[in-house]
């Protein structure tokens, strides 16, 4: 069985045809022209001798033209029926009093019906293009007939009115002249009429003087005939004029009726705005239902909208009826309601059932997300504390975690929101993949209300205290029993629970202990053969050490000897980081015990005696882990940290002389360095002992050349003289090089008074003299000295 198109569609596609065979014709054409003149100048040429070899290129192809023949046609097409029109216009308003009511009925009537026929004439001599111009020509004619109608014999009535009937009358008219046989063809009448009709309804509302409520109403009515017109009318150029003035004036009657919603001062007002709410959310539910075949993704988003709009038109007239603490409840217990158009099944479209629920979707967000500003108060607002430590405990849960912030009146909403939507995600998402994701979502949620509870209820503060201790613990257990996904939001929640529990007991000095005691104790046993252990062992030290400092605060010690209680978690964290290495907790373990190291630290900074004993007890820890065959480096950090300490140690006991700083620096230095020599031979002696013997022998050389006693250079001198010895003796370049050079100048500054003295005898003439001497002496003896000199470079080259 043969389908024939209908004649329209086959009409356009026999044009098509057309311009091709024109266009292809017009190619041919030209290359026929080329090829006559090439075979006219090859025989007006003479003949060649036999002997010419060399052969001439073949002529250049004529160049393709840029703009094929039917472009141009419909560029002057238009064009003409541009000036066409714009001389129709100019006669309209500007030459029309020039003539009486009979030469302008005339010669208007006669232009318009010429312009109008004219179309039916050119097809059926096929010729489609003119056609159209001289159709778009009658058209605009049209309009301008409209206007002179109502200049010359409507002027006194009112604009509006006359335009919204004259619109309606345009678009009817188009719309006749483009379904009639003669003129079915043409392409342009029917979206100009649809064009048209988007403003008689607008218009009329305007004209009529009515409120917003009926011009949100003509809008609304005007997309439904749209919509309407979208999925009924096969044509297309039609259809996406429909698309868009449905949009255009839909989106505009939504805004519109929206704006009215918000705004209503009353349930009446409120009905009204809802009721076009409702009707534009028929409209959107309408199209996606006959669009859901072909155009899945416009079904869904339509269908998405209608959901959206008819919670909107309903929760508008609840706000009315209920106390406004509520308003969020009925919103979301309508877009629950949306999900039952998943359980409609061969009823509805899937792409409707999808839309319907997205929307239901984007409600319980919103709803979440009206709840957020509670949560974010009930866990944020303890931290109102950490500036009021100890200061007495509230009256209640509410108090404690408000602390001075205003307490919200809707509040008690928060929590109900909360099950709600936990409650849809464990019973509506069935899906394998999204289900286990849903359950932790719902897992969330559930803890979060229970969060909410005791300050929602204003529970007593002890109460309270217990709730959120209780729920820590729950927390941990899951997180040692569950799965990986449900482990990491168990871990999640037990972290924030506690945080939040911790700054809630700050308010009072027993819970505060009490507090920080148990949730040591809880994340230390977490711990312990436990996958969440590289989360909860550094936690469990975090809340050791608050538990330190709470202590030392309690008891009325100074920070100083706090500190000594710090101390206690880098201990800890030494003795058990490897042991935690299966779960890798190790190296969050060591970063903590550091840090509570620094900690004490700075507690100990105002008491110097005290923080020479912590800094050389953190040398012993750090010493202790230096042991462990991945953690050698450390030792460099345990020297550090006992030189610090005896450094310290020294300056409270006020003592200023270098060498009691550098010695302890030195010693253990050379013997590293020794130690380092005895394993690597080849080692330089620079890096070896280089930094040991700088470390004394610099300071003191200048604190000798400072001091006027003789004990300090002579002790110096003797020290630079047995380092000097020793690197000739084992030919060692740095204690050679260092030792010599300390010498040579202290043995300068002890010789400098009797330099000056002998200076300061000898007459004035006797220095430049004795100058000059020296460097004749140096000049006749040049090459000798240059000798010299590289004879020590090369011995001193050969030592280490």
Aim: glycine share 8%; with cysteine; charged share 10%.
């Amino acid at each position: 069985m043969t389908h024939l198109p209908p004649p329209a569609e086959e009409l356009r596609l026999l044009d098509a045809e057309l311009r091709q065979l024109d266009s292809r014709r017009s190619q041919l054409l030209a290359r026929r022209a080329w090829l006559v003149a090439a075979l006219q100048q090859t025989r007006q040429q003479p003949q060649q001798a036999g002997a010419q070899t060399r052969t001439q290129p073949p002529p250049a192809a004529p160049p393709r033209p840029e703009t094929a023949a039917p472009s141009v046609q419909n560029v002057l097409l238009v064009l003409g029926g541009v000036l066409l029109t714009l001389a129709a216009a100019v006669f309209t308003l500007v030459s029309w009093g020039q003539m009486g009511i009979t030469g302008r009925a005339l010669v208007l009537g006669a232009v318009t019906l010429a312009a109008l026929a004219g179309p039916a004439l050119l097809l059926k001599r096929g010729l489609r293009s003119t056609a159209e111009s001289v159709a778009g020509l009658g058209l605009a004619l049209t309009v301008l007939d409209a206007y002179a109608l109502h200049e010359a014999a409507l002027a006194g009535t009112d604009g509006a009115g006359y335009a919204a009937a004259a619109t309606a009358v345009l678009a009817g008219v188009w719309s006749a002249y483009g379904l009639l046989p003669a003129t079915a063809a043409l392409r342009l009448p029917l979206p100009c009429a649809l064009a048209a009709a988007q403003f008689p309804l607008l218009l009329w509302a305007l004209s009529a003087g009515a409120d917003p409520y009926a011009i949100s109403a003509a809008l609304l009515v005007t997309a439904g005939l749209d919509s309407l017109a979208a999925v009924r009318v096969p044509a297309v150029s039609v259809r996406i004029c429909a698309v868009v003035g449905a949009y255009g004036t839909g989106g505009s009657g939504v805004v519109a009726a929206g704006w009215l919603s918000v705004t209503a001062d009353g349930p009446g007002a409120a009905a009204r705005a809802g009721g076009l709410l409702l009707l534009a959310a028929a409209i959107a539910l309408g199209a996606a239902w006959r669009v859901s075949g072909s155009g899945a993704r416009h079904a869904l988003g339509l269908a998405a909208a209608s959901g959206l709009l008819t919670v909107g038109a309903l929760g508008a007239v609840a706000r009315f009826a209920v106390p406004a603490q509520w308003v969020v409840l009925v919103h979301l217990a309508l877009g629950v309601a949306l999900l039952a158009g998943l359980r409609a099944g061969r009823l509805l479209p899937d792409a409707v059932r999808h839309g319907v629920a997205w929307a239901s979707a984007v409600v319980q967000v919103l709803s979440l997300l009206w709840a957020l500003p509670v949560v974010a108060l009930v866990v944020m607002g303890p931290a109102g504390w950490l500036g009021r430590v100890w200061s007495g405990a509230p009256s209640d849960a509410r108090a404690a975690v408000a602390v001075e912030a205003p307490w919200p009146s809707d509040a008690p909403a928060a929590p109900v929101v909360l099950l709600a939507v936990a409650a849809v995600l464990t019973s509506v998402v069935r899906a394998e993949q999204w289900r286990p994701r849903a359950r932790l979502g719902a897992l969330g949620l559930l803890w979060t209300a229970a969060l909410l509870l005791p300050a929602i209820l204003a529970a007593p503060y002890l109460a309270g205290l217990a709730v959120l201790g209780v729920m820590t613990a729950a927390a941990l257990y899951l997180g040692r029993t569950t799965a990986s996904g449900a482990r990491i939001t168990a871990l999640v929640l037990a972290l924030v629970t506690a945080a939040d529990l911790t700054l809630v007991s700050l308010a009072s000095q027993t819970a505060t202990l009490v507090v920080l005691s148990l949730l040591t104790a809880l994340l230390a046993a977490a711990s312990w053969r436990s996958d969440v252990a590289p989360f909860t062992a550094p936690a469990a030290l975090v809340y050791a050490a608050a538990l330190a400092v709470a202590t030392g605060g309690a008891v009325d010690w100074p920070p100083a000897r706090t500190a000594l209680l710090v101390l206690v978690v880098p201990v800890a964290a030494a003795l058990l980081a490897p042991r935690l290495a299966p779960w890798r907790a190790t190296v969050p373990v060591e970063a903590v015990g550091a840090a509570a190291g620094l900690l004490a630290v700075g507690l100990a900074v105002t008491d110097p005696p005290l923080l020479a004993l912590v800094l050389a007890l953190c040398g012993v820890i750090t010493s202790g882990t230096a042991l462990r065959p991945d953690r050698r480096s450390a030792g460099y950090a345990a020297t550090a940290l006992f030189v610090l300490a005896a450094w310290v140690r020294l300056a409270a006991w006020e003592v200023g002389t270098p060498e009691a700083y550098t010695l302890p620096v030195t010693i253990p230095a050379l013997l590293v360095g020794a130690l380092r020599r005895r394993r690597d031979p080849q080692l330089s002696s620079w890096t070896a002992y280089g930094p040991g013997l700088a470390a004394t022998l610099l300071p003191s050389l200048v604190a000798a050349w400072g001091d006027p006693h003789w004990t300090r250079p002579l002790l110096l001198g003797t020290a630079a003289l047995l380092v000097t010895l020793l690197g000739a003796r084992h030919h060692l370049q740095a204690p050679l090089v260092l030792g010599g050079s300390v010498l040579a100048l202290v043995t300068l500054h002890e010789l400098a008074p009797y330099v000056v003295q002998v200076t300061g005898a000898l007459p004035r003439w006797a220095p430049p003299a004795l100058a000059g001497l020296l460097l004749l002496a140096l000049g006749a003896t040049y090459e000798q000295r240059i000798r010299d000199v590289r004879r020590v470079r090369e011995v001193l080259g050969r030592m280490n």
